[in-house]
T-cell receptor
Framework: GNSVTQMEGPVTLSEEAFLTINCTYT??????LFWYVQYPGEGLQLLLK?????DKGSNKGFEATYRKETTSFHLEKGSVQVSDSAVYFC????????????FGPGTSLSVIP | DAGVIQSPRHEVTEMGQEVTLRCKPISGHDYLFWYRQTMMRGLELLIY????????DSGMPEDRFSAKMPNASFSTLKIQPSEPRDSAVYFCASSLVGQETQYFGPGTRLLVL
């Protein structure tokens, strides 16, 4: 079945460091891929998405490229801020199943000043 | 626009009591999802509805859990009787058919003593 694997956290970085959170997926067909972010005490919210191979999603300085050949969708940011501290979820949509989204386990990021 | 609304935001109850969680999706959205989030198990999909009809309830942990969606603007998740292992954050999310992005509510933090 479809699944998402993420690098395990927690990840701790200093402010202005480079961020990479790895995500790989297993899916039949051509799913859309997402990164959601959950700030402390809040629900998840969409950070960025990509709907087909080689698409790059971007938002708030974060980027991720849909790599079909490596089944990956790694999240990157060139310079993190304290306000980026959150849990990041990689996800894919199962287009054959009523818009159901499959979430990865989440990666916790802490950015220290 | 109001987002997804959940109530209550916090619930503390004693084992054996009935708990009812409520959700109002974004107006016009076709799908409604109930999730449970714990440290041990991460984010789990419990059940989801399309146009008020339950599509997949395979994630509902046991018969103590039930969910209803009597109309397009309201859903409930009921636990009867509650147990300490039900302590978690319960999220409701909604989406539009074909748009894939899910919009999450702020969650209900449930503690069963």
């Amino acid at each position: 079945g479809n699944s998402v694997t993420q690098m395990e956290g927690p990840v701790t970085l200093s402010e202005e460091a480079f961020l990479t959170i790895n995500c790989t997926y297993t899916a039949t067909g051509y799913p859309s891929l997402f990164w959601y972010v959950q700030y402390p005490g809040e629900g998840l919210q969409l950070l960025l998405k990509a709907t087909k191979a080689d698409d790059k999603g971007s938002n708030k300085g974060f980027e991720a490229t849909y790599r079909k050949e490596t089944t990956s969708f790694h999240l990157e940011k060139g310079s993190v801020q304290v306000s980026d501290s959150a849990v990041y979820f990689c996800a894919l949509s199962d287009k054959t199943s009523y818009d159901k989204v499959i979430f990865g386990p989440g990666t916790s990021l802490s950015v220290i000043p | 626009d109001a987002g997804v609304i959940q109530s209550p935001r916090h619930e503390v109850t004693e084992m054996g009591q009935e708990v009812t969680l409520r959700c109002k999706p974004i107006s016009g959205h076709d799908y409604l999802f109930w999730y449970r989030q714990t440290m041990m198990r991460g984010l789990e999909l419990l059940i989801y509805f399309n146009n008020n009809v339950p599509i997949d309830d395979s994630g509902m942990p046991e018969d103590r859990f039930s969910a209803k969606m009597p109309n397009a603007s309201f859903s409930t998740l009921k636990i009867q009787p509650s147990e300490p292992r039900d302590s978690a954050v319960y999220f409701c999310a909604s989406s539009l058919v074909g748009q894939e992005t899910q919009y999450f509510g702020p969650g209900t933090r449930l503690l069963v003593l």
